[in-house]
């Protein structure tokens, strides 16, 4: 026999409860338990699911801002293209009004108009938005097409400016109460014929012209498109419907900031951020200033991916019920086939209780007793030890199942059982063989004096007399004694031996207990017990 | 009662026909390939959406004098347009590079002069100038 099969009695003699056969029935892996399986799962999935979606609303907004980016790099590249085609045909105006000026100063013919001749050549730009006129040296207003708002110029900066040379000169925008509009005068030179200042030739705009290509598909209602001089000051500037003209800001540091790339820019005149692209015009000292405001500009990629981050959301939540009664429904599923294992385990268990145990008693019964026996002559010769048996037999236990009836037969067995079971210490063993025999099992144990202490224990506890069926009931036991290794080397012997000295006691006059090394040889004798 | 009212009724509906400003209508030279153009199509050549004559050959749109009633009424009535949205209209086709504006006359009888001298012409004036050289689109 074995350390393990050792093991399993001693467990055996345990009383099986449930909960602990659960306990061993636990899965080994702490994975496998799908009270923590599955919310693995869940939180991994909804870890999934939200990542995929935060990559997805990340790339959107990523496309969303290049695009915007893009778009008003395009955009400021036809307005760049827009506004200098129509500074090229005011200054080409400007050339022709010089130009028919030189040639009236070469035949002579100053007193006659020179603008309705030509008007009618059709070489002066469209009256509705447009008005030439001429100057005289002093800056009076001398010939015009239509009213340009100011009767003089004297004193004006881009009218002194042309005495000292010819330049194309942009003044600030000016209010017009009459007609009700902001306009910029453009101006250039007019020579007397001895090459000296004889005035200058205006084309008088709209502000609002230059910014008249605002378009609300591609620029919304926040967008900016603009027309800034190098002095800082805005000619126009247009969101939606709104019309600025004169507004001062840092020219400087627009153009640094926004100058290579359509970066997003809080813009200093009305606080709104736009994706905003300034380009400073060749040849002019204009820049032009085209923004798409980014609320707007995301607004589309927002609304998607807000519905995206929902769908997300409803999915995460679809997922986890599904998660949680798939969970549910294994654990169940593992909860039931734990439940049956601990049953069978607890039936086995007590099957093999039942068949090592007196089921009146509750003591080892025959078949625990000898596997006991075995194990400890086993373990007895191997490591050098010794031990005891001690066999008792009731005496005259017949008599009493007789008189008193096989119920308090059975009562008094059970109180013999408890006396004994309490007189022995915790390390020996005491079992019943069967009828009114028992036998005590003392591991370690040689010594005749602590035998015979303990014996005496025993002759003392059965003495006392028992309560049985309101009867006052003495009873006494008869004791033999065998130890190993003296009186013998092996179960039979050993077992033989004790039952003869018992035999002996019984013989001497009972409620006694005798060694089998003390019998005299005639004892020694194996007679029928 | 009730015939008075009527009366009153005819009578406010006469004078407001009566006292509003002359009526505009659109009209090409007699000699003119053209003989029918609808409102719209009028329109859309006047606000420079269209060049082409539906029998072939180049619109040319002339504008009366830019504070004229008959301007501001014919646009009012063909294009549901007032004097400041065309200017903000052309703004927008001239500065984009789209269009040009149709060449501006004096008064009615520049109207005529220029119709006459322009077969593809279109222009318009007030009714009680209509006469002979001319032909009514309506």
């Excluded at chain 2, 009366?64 to 052309?90: C, I, L, N």
Aim: hydrophobic fraction near 45%; proline fraction near 4%.
């Amino acid at each position: 026999m074995n350390v393990n099969e050792s093991v399993s009695i001693e467990r055996a003699e345990r009383k099986p409860d449930v909960p602990e056969a659960r306990m061993h029935a636990r899965p080994s892996h702490l994975l496998a338990d799908p009270r923590l399986q599955f919310p693995v799962i869940g939180l991994a999935l909804l870890a999934l699911i939200w990542l995929g979606t935060w990559m997805l609303v990340d790339s959107e907004y990523r496309g969303a801002r290049a695009a915007a980016a893009t778009a008003t790099t395009k955009l400021a590249g036809i307005y760049e293209a827009q506004v200098v085609r129509a500074l090229r045909e005011v200054d080409l105006t400007l050339r022709f009004v010089q130009h028919a000026y030189e040639d009236g100063l070469a035949r002579a013919d100053t007193s006659e108009p020179m603008l309705p001749a030509l008007a009618e050549r059709n070489l002066l730009p469209p009256d509705l938005l447009f008005v030439v006129s001429i100057t005289d040296d002093e800056g009076r207003i001398v010939e015009r097409t239509r009213s340009p708002g100011i009767d003089d110029v004297a004193g004006l900066p881009w009218f002194d400016g042309q005495r000292i040379a010819d330049d194309f000169l942009i003044s600030t925008p000016q209010f017009i109460p009459q007609a009700d509009s902001w306009v910029v005068h453009f101006s250039r030179r007019l020579d007397a014929a001895d090459g000296s200042f004889a005035g200058i030739a205006i084309v008088t705009v709209d502000a609002a012209f230059f910014v008249s290509g605002y378009e609300f598909s591609d620029l919304g209602m926040q967008g900016v498109l603009g027309i800034l001089g190098s002095d800082g000051v805005f000619r126009a500037r247009r969101s939606g419907d709104a019309m600025a003209y004169g507004e001062t800001v840092d020219y400087e540091a627009l153009v640094a900031a926004n100058a290579d790339t359509a970066d997003i820019d809080v813009n200093a005149w009305d606080g709104v951020t736009r994706y905003t692209a300034v380009r400073e015009l060749f040849g002019f000292p204009l820049a032009v200033v085209v923004g798409l405001a980014e609320a707007e500009q995301l607004a589309t990629v927002k609304q998607s991916t807000r519905t995206q981050l929902w769908q997300a959301f409803g999915a995460g939540v679809v997922m986890l019920l599904g998660v949680a009664v798939f969970g549910r429904m294994s654990w169940e599923l593992q909860r039931s086939r734990i439940a049956l294992l601990a049953h069978q385990v607890a039936y086995a268990r007590r099957v093999e209780y039942e068949a090592y145990h007196d089921t009146l008693t509750g003591l080892a019964n025959r078949s625990l007793f000898n596997r006991l026996l075995s194990h400890s002559v086993q373990q007895a010769k191997r490591n050098q030890r010794s031990f005891s048996l001690l066999f008792m037999d009731l005496d005259r236990f017949k008599l009493i199942n007789d008189t008193l009836g096989h119920d308090a037969g059975d009562e008094l067995l059970r109180d013999v059982a408890k006396r004994l079971s309490v007189a022995v210490r915790s390390s020996d063993t005491v079992a019943r063989l069967g009828g009114d025999e028992f036998v005590v099992l003392l591991p370690e144990q040689n010594d005749v004096e602590q035998l015979t202490a303990v014996s005496t224990r025993i002759l003392d506890a059965v003495r006392e007399p028992f309560l049985l069926a309101g009867n006052d009931v003495t009873i006494t036991v008869s004791i033999g004694i065998s130890s190993y290794p003296h009186d013998g080397l092996d179960e039979q012997t050993l077992t033989k031996n004790a039952d003869l000295a018992m035999y002996q006691a019984k013989k001497e006059g009972r409620n006694l207990f005798r060694f089998y090394a003390d019998l005299p040889p005639s004892g020694k004798q194996a007679t029928a017990s | 009662m009730k015939i008075s009212l009527v009366l009153l009724i005819a009578w406010l509906m006469a004078l407001n026909s009566d006292g509003a400003s002359a009526e505009v209508v659109a009209v090409v030279s007699a000699q003119s390939t053209i003989t029918a153009l609808s409102p719209t199509e009028i329109a859309d050549i006047f606000l420079g959406k269209r060049a082409r004559l539906p029998g072939g050959g180049t619109a040319v749109p002339i504008d009366q004098a830019e504070d004229s009633p008959e301007r501001e009424e014919f646009y009012v009535r063909y294009a549901g347009r007032t004097p400041v949205e065309m200017k903000m209209h052309w703004s927008k086709l001239i500065f984009t590079g789209r269009g040009q504006p149709p060449r501006q006359v004096r008064d009615a009888e520049a109207v005529k002069a220029a119709l006459a001298a322009q077969p593809n012409a279109i222009g318009y004036l007030d009714r009680r100038y209509v006469d002979e050289s001319l032909t009514v689109l309506e």
